[in-house]
């Protein structure tokens, strides 16, 4: 509970929370620990949230979606943190793959890929990156060679999250001439044409119920119109697109940080140490109290960023201050509360050690923050007159 009122939520936004939190505490959170074990959760989770309507909320009403809009995107990702489950992957999906194609697909293509995906009977996975290209995208090998009304696509990628239960792969590849250029071609490419291999499931160290893995794509055959956008002019879009992609990770980082807070609260209040709650020794105190100002103070940034983007006008910098300074937050706060809870803190039974594991990886992906920072350095300069 923040101490500045949230006012950016309608009453149908504040509904949609309510069935969104009893959806993740029925359907979710029993089985997660499960999920952990097995690195992946199943297709029947997927299925169960589009029969709720929590897939692709932000989507216009007639693909299918509920039609709400990017404050109730926000609302669902809140919702996930704010349980810890970092398992099924439905923000990629529903906000990292379905916007590419409502914004640059044709209308077939929306009309061919979108309700599935809001029904939960495709998954989406974005897929950027390869062995030696991450935050470097210009260093993309994988290549997409037009022949005819096909292009023919070859090459690998890794980190791909959904990579294990994906049905659409939204692949960024080089057309033949475009190595070391910002040229990208962005093709959706179903999992299933002939060419196409998954890795194995990678091994992290963290979001563990997430499938992470590597896809491999050998002479596979994909019709043209199966492109977004124009042939090697990909890169201005993935541009575009990542300022929401980085929000979002800070709307994420803002809740677990606030889960982080309430459970350290819960638990300092029941633990004694020399026959004091921990809750009433000062250190404790204190640093909940630094925790809680910067959360509040993050939140109310996070919630300028989401009307902007509500609007589409989120500048590419405030979204990656928001990612860098949120993420920063929460690998700080959940650091200070997991030391809180002392010997327990690190027990895997404990949400607090869970959280700790999966928010390590916020600071690398969607841009590593040492990227954010370069975004950001450059508005420091420009327009400034020379010295
Ligand atoms: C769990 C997980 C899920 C992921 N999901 C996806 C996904 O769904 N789809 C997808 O395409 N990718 C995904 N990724 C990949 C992720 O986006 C990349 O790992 C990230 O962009 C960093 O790239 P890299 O790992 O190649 O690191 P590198 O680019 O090799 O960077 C290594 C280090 O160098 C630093 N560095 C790089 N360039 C600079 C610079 N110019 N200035 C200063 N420092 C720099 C980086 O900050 C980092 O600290 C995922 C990764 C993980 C771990």
Not at 200 to 220: H, P, R, S, Y
């Amino acid at each position: 509970m923040t101490i500045l009122p949230r006012e950016i939520f309608s009453p149908e936004h504040v509904t949609l929370r309510d069935s969104a939190r009893k959806f993740f505490e029925r359907e979710v959170l029993p089985y997660h620990r499960e999920w952990e074990k097995a690195g992946v959760a199943p297709r029947s989770v997927w299925k169960r949230a589009g029969e709720a309507g929590l897939l692709c909320v932000a989507l216009p009403e007639e693909y299918g979606s509920a039609g709400f809009d990017r404050l109730a995107s926000a609302i669902l990702i809140e919702e996930q943190a704010r349980l810890g489950l970092s398992g099924p992957g439905f923000s990629t999906h529903s906000d990292i793959v379905a916007p590419y194609i409502l914004n640059y697909g044709t209308e077939e293509q929306k009309r061919r890929w979108l309700p599935a995906m809001v029904s939960g009977d495709k998954i989406g996975a974005i897929v950027l990156t390869e062995p030696s290209a991450g935050s470097d995208l210009r260093a993309i090998r994988t290549t997409a060679v037009r022949e005819g009304d096909e292009f023919v696509l070859n090459g690998q990628k890794t980190f791909i999250t959904n990579g294990q239960c994906a049905d659409l792969l939204l692949v960024a590849a080089k057309p033949a001439q475009g190595f070391g250029s910002k040229k990208l071609t962005l093709i959706v490419v179903e999992a299933d044409r002939r060419g196409v291999a998954r890795g194995k499931n990678l091994e992290k160290i963290g979001m563990k119920a997430q499938d992470t893995c590597e896809l491999f794509f050998e002479n596979v055959r994909v019709p043209v119109n199966n492109m977004l956008g124009e042939e090697g002019a990909g890169f201005p879009l993935l541009s575009k697109e990542l300022a929401w992609e980085r929000l979002q990770i800070a709307i994420g980082a803002v809740a677990t940080s606030t889960a982080a807070l309430e459970w350290t609260r819960d638990y300092t209040r029941d633990r004694k140490a020399f026959g004091t709650k921990i809750a009433d020794f000062q250190n404790t105190r204190f640093r909940l109290a630094e925790i809680k100002t910067e959360i509040e103070i993050a939140q109310a940034f996070v919630d300028r960023c989401l009307v902007e983007v509500n609007r589409s006008k989120l500048d590419v910098t405030a979204a990656a201050m928001a990612k860098y300074w949120c993420t920063e937050l929460m690998g700080r706060t959940l650091d200070q509360c997991l030391q809180l809870h002392g010997g327990y803190g690190y027990m895997w039974e404990y949400p607090i050690a869970r959280a700790y594991a999966d928010a390590r990886v916020h600071r690398i992906y969607g841009g590593s923050n040492e990227i954010m920072r370069e975004i950001i350095a450059r508005t420091i300069w420009s327009g400034a007159p020379e010295a």
